[in-house]
């Protein structure tokens, strides 16, 4: 355990030995908000972080853990916080390493009972997870029954651009291409559209880094894609989620190859129509906002779209009992 070098003082990393695959080494880093002070007064949500339940953030594709405001936020409203850097990414991408490669989205179930087992097995966290990280989370919670508390999911990818069917046709050949080409990439690095929108070099917000979240993404590996579609698959044949879930996405998806000035209050890389019917569909207790203004992640949108996201998910937590129940152990390799 040390000082995170990215949030710096108060933040502290573990890391999470998952052995080696082809290409050597294989870590997870699971990142915690050191609770030094009680929490503010001047918060009517904030209240003793032993009657709430643990949150743990996860990040999407091609991306890491780094919303130090968001995450002292909840701190400040009596959660005790988390974030994890999944193999391949972040601060667990290892030199020589393909980035974000991996050929199952379930081989995360390592990491993510790992950290779950720090967090203690007596306070089931709530996933706050974004994105290929909302698929990943509601795929862990579909397996792993009583593990957590519940899911609130920003702009999670369960579903492919024009929905089932058009997942259905890509299924086949990716997987096909991903036999073959393996941890090679499928596809070059990305748009820089997202970054224009949100990182200050571009004139956007915010700032996080560049090198660790690339403006058009890592090249995206064969297996990654096609891991990521077997998981939209296996989720959409799975049963309901019986715990609440909480889905926050824009209002509408502005989508295209050029930058057009639309797509800094819209989702710029998934289409939240299917994205929201994938989503209607986890289970009993889903609670889905569309969020005018947001942006692909809704916590890095422009002020008012954000404080709305906020907002949001400060009233969905307070829904949690003072009581949370011991988690089942969860069944990993």
Same mark, same amino acid.
């Given at each position: 355990?040390?000082?995170?070098?990215?949030?710096?003082?108060?933040? =502290?990393?573990?890391?999470?030995?998952?052995?080696? /695959?082809?290409? $050597?080494?294989?870590?997870?880093?699971?990142?915690?908000?050191?609770?030094?002070?009680?929490?503010?007064?001047?918060?009517?949500?904030?209240?003793?972080?032993? =009657?709430?339940?643990?949150?743990? *953030?996860?990040?999407?594709?091609?991306?890491?853990? %780094?919303?130090?405001?968001?995450?002292?936020? +909840?701190?400040?409203?009596?959660?005790?916080?988390? $974030? #994890?850097?999944?193999?391949?990414?972040?601060?667990? #991408?290892?030199?020589?390493? =393909?980035?974000?490669?991996? /050929?199952? #989205?379930?081989?995360?179930?390592?990491?993510?009972?790992?950290?779950?087992?720090?967090?203690?097995?007596?306070?089931?966290?709530?996933?706050?997870?974004?994105?290929?990280?909302?698929?990943?989370?509601?795929?862990?919670?579909?397996?792993?029954?009583?593990?957590? @508390?519940? *899911?609130?999911?920003?702009?999670?990818? +369960?579903?492919?651009?024009?929905?089932?069917?058009?997942?259905?046709?890509?299924?086949?050949?990716?997987? +096909? #291409?991903?036999?073959?080409?393996?941890? !090679?990439?499928?596809?070059? &690095?990305? &748009?820089?559209?997202?970054?224009?929108?949100?990182?200050?070099? %571009?004139?956007?917000?915010?700032?996080?880094?560049?090198?660790?979240?690339?403006?058009?993404?890592? @090249?995206?590996?064969?297996?990654?894609?096609?891991?990521?579609?077997?998981?939209?698959? !296996?989720?959409?044949?799975?049963?309901?989620?019986?715990?609440?879930?909480?889905?926050?996405?824009?209002?509408?998806?502005?989508?295209?190859?050029? %930058?057009?000035?639309?797509?800094?209050?819209?989702?710029?890389?998934?289409?939240?129509?299917?994205?929201?019917?994938?989503?209607?569909?986890?289970?009993?207790?889903?609670?889905?906002?569309?969020?005018?203004?947001?942006?692909? /992640?809704?916590?890095? @949108? /422009?002020?008012?779209?954000?404080? !709305?996201?906020?907002?949001?998910?400060?009233?969905?937590?307070?829904?949690?009992? =003072?009581?949370?129940?011991?988690?089942?152990?969860?069944?990993?390799?």
């Amino acid at each position: 355990m040390s000082t995170d070098p990215i949030l710096g003082e108060g933040y =502290t990393t573990h890391p999470i030995d998952l052995g080696a /695959d082809d290409e $050597g080494p294989l870590i997870a880093t699971l990142i915690h908000r050191e609770a030094t002070s009680t929490p503010s007064q001047t918060d009517p949500g904030a209240i003793d972080a032993a =009657t709430k339940p643990p949150i743990l *953030l996860m990040h999407g594709w091609s991306d890491y853990i %780094f919303h130090r405001e968001l995450m002292e936020h +909840l701190g400040r409203r009596g959660h005790d916080v988390w $974030g #994890l850097d999944l193999r391949k990414h972040g601060r667990s #991408l290892l030199p020589g390493q =393909t980035a974000t490669e991996v /050929d199952s #989205l379930s081989r995360y179930d390592e990491e993510i009972g790992a950290a779950l087992r720090i967090i203690g097995r007596h306070r089931p966290p709530v996933l706050l997870a974004h994105s290929t990280g909302g698929l990943t989370a509601a795929l862990w919670a579909q397996r792993h029954p009583r593990t957590v @508390s519940g *899911l609130a999911l920003n702009s999670p990818w +369960l579903e492919m651009h024009l929905g089932p069917v058009a997942r259905s046709l890509a299924e086949a050949p990716v997987k +096909l #291409l991903a036999e073959r080409l393996r941890e !090679r990439p499928l596809f070059p &690095s990305g &748009s820089s559209n997202y970054a224009r929108a949100t990182h200050r070099d %571009f004139g956007g917000p915010y700032d996080y880094d560049l090198m660790l979240k690339p403006p058009g993404g890592h @090249s995206l590996p064969a297996n990654t894609l096609g891991a990521i579609i077997d998981g939209q698959r !296996r989720l959409a044949a799975a049963g309901p989620l019986n715990i609440p879930v909480l889905v926050l996405h824009s209002a509408r998806s502005r989508i295209g190859a050029r %930058f057009v000035e639309e797509m800094r209050r819209a989702d710029s890389v998934l289409d939240v129509r299917a994205l929201a019917r994938a989503a209607a569909r986890l289970g009993p207790e889903v609670r889905l906002e569309a969020i005018d203004g947001a942006r692909h /992640d809704v916590f890095l @949108s /422009d002020a008012d779209a954000r404080a !709305r996201a906020v907002s949001i998910l400060d009233e969905w937590l307070e829904t949690f009992g =003072t009581e949370t129940p011991t988690m089942s152990a969860p069944q990993v390799p």
